[in-house]
């Protein structure tokens, strides 16, 4: 597909809307997780389905289609919310951003028009839409869109002989205990990406013994970096289950810096930082955020992370998740990672909570697996047999499930409140 072609396309689907100066609101209720006020207040006169949009758009003349474009356009204005504030952000992208992400991905997946990209998470969030859309898009391959439930993910790749694919880790466990799992073909499969969370090597073995397929890649970035980042491949999950890769994808580069902005040296904790074509202009409306995250043009993602002695990249926590009890830092996602050993264990999540005498302290919120017997007294003692005492969580809470948003991403302030 040419690159005017794309810009008809996403001139279509995202900048009709129209931002009139009055509008008459049926609901002027804000829905939980929205937009910011500017934004939901904002009215449009019109609704535009992507399907819709390429079906009107593919009856355009293929000639020159001299658009009064510029590159520089905003075309996008991605929405994401904030889990310590709770105050939603925009990140906002221009066409040429849009295009360097979408080429990026077709790159490094080796896309082409002979693929079938299955889409089944929502196209609100930023790795469903500007790389598992955008990028096979761009390369002119077919489209599956549908909802996501365990039977339909199979189902699709059964009938429609899917080739690609992105959901969070979570999706991939639930199709994995599909009781009719093994009456599904899913040899059509060269792409399972994931991401939003890591899967330890139990849960890869689990799915890829499952689908019969080792095909997945972990894919690591974040909103408002397009969200381009950096990959692991099949066979690095065998040796570096945990990283997040070791080399960017095309047109990003990486790096992890202490406090003062230098490169930290093997094995030492700092923060990613990231800087390419395929960044977020600006925080809508959010001068005082924007001058925040991008610094000297590097976007500080606030993912602590170490690189070891061969390069790779493991994040450590997030820089605001990290928990503090008695004036030590403690990373939940080594608890986590911990209690996901657990034979036990179906998921785990660790926050830290107010504490009057520590200031905080930790708290495991578990899901049984299956019909797991396990106690507080049989987790106390796994625990203390991997980690020090100090990062043994004081609080355990059982649950049916964990809460996750649209896109299969755990709400850590949801946990914090169970």
């Known amino acids: 597909m040419t690159r005017e072609w794309l810009n008809i396309c996403l001139v279509h689907i995202i900048q009709r809307h129209s931002f009139p100066e009055r509008h008459v609101h049926t609901n002027q209720k804000k829905l939980p997780g929205c937009c910011p006020r500017e934004i939901w207040e904002t009215p449009l006169f019109h609704r535009f389905s992507i399907e819709s949009s390429i079906e009107e758009a593919s009856d355009y003349s293929p000639d020159n289609l001299d658009l009064s474009i510029n590159a520089n356009d905003v075309c996008e204005i991605m929405m994401f919310t904030s889990g310590t504030t709770g105050v939603p952000k925009g990140a906002v992208f221009t066409h040429e951003r849009l295009i360097a992400i979408a080429a990026g991905i077709a790159i490094e997946f080796q896309l082409t028009n002979e693929d079938r990209a299955l889409t089944l998470m929502p196209l609100s969030h930023s790795a469903p839409l500007n790389d598992f859309f955008l990028a096979p898009f761009y390369c002119g391959a077919s489209h599956v869109i549908g909802d996501f439930t365990p039977q339909a993910f199979l189902q699709f790749i059964h009938e429609e002989r899917a080739t690609t694919t992105f959901a969070a880790p979570v999706a991939y466990l639930a199709a994995a205990k599909d009781p009719a799992l093994s009456t599904y073909d899913l040899s059509s499969m060269r792409i399972f990406a994931y ?102 043009g590097w976007l500080y993602t606030g993912d602590m992370a170490y690189v070891d002695e061969d390069g790779y990249m493991f994040i450590v926590d997030r820089k605001k998740d990290i928990i503090v009890p008695g004036g030590v830092n403690v990373f939940p996602r080594e608890i986590e990672e911990v209690l996901a050993k657990h034979p036990g264990i179906y998921q785990a999540s660790v926050v830290g909570v107010a504490d009057d005498t520590w200031g905080e302290t930790i708290k495991a919120v578990i899901v049984k697996e299956g019909e797991s017997k396990i106690t507080e007294a049989d987790v106390k003692a796994f625990v203390s047999e991997h980690l020090a005492d100090f990062k043994h969580p004081r609080i355990y809470r059982f649950v049916e499930e964990l809460p996750h948003n649209a896109s299969g991403k755990l709400i850590k302030q949801k946990v914090k409140e169970m």
């Open 195 to 296: 991401g939003g969370s890591p899967m330890p090597l139990a849960s890869y073995q689990l799915v890829s013994e499952a689908f019969n397929n080792q095909n997945f890649y972990q894919v690591y970035g974040l909103t408002e970096s397009g969200p381009n980042g950096c990959k692991l491949t099949p066979e690095e999950h065998h040796t570096k289950a945990g990283s997040i890769g070791k080399t960017p994808v095309v047109n990003v580069e990486m790096k992890v810096v202490n406090d003062a902005g230098e490169e930290t040296s093997v094995g030492k904790y700092g923060e990613i930082v990231m800087k390419g074509d395929t960044l977020m202009v600006e925080y809508y409306n959010n001068k005082e955020e924007t001058e925040m995250t991008i610094r000297d």
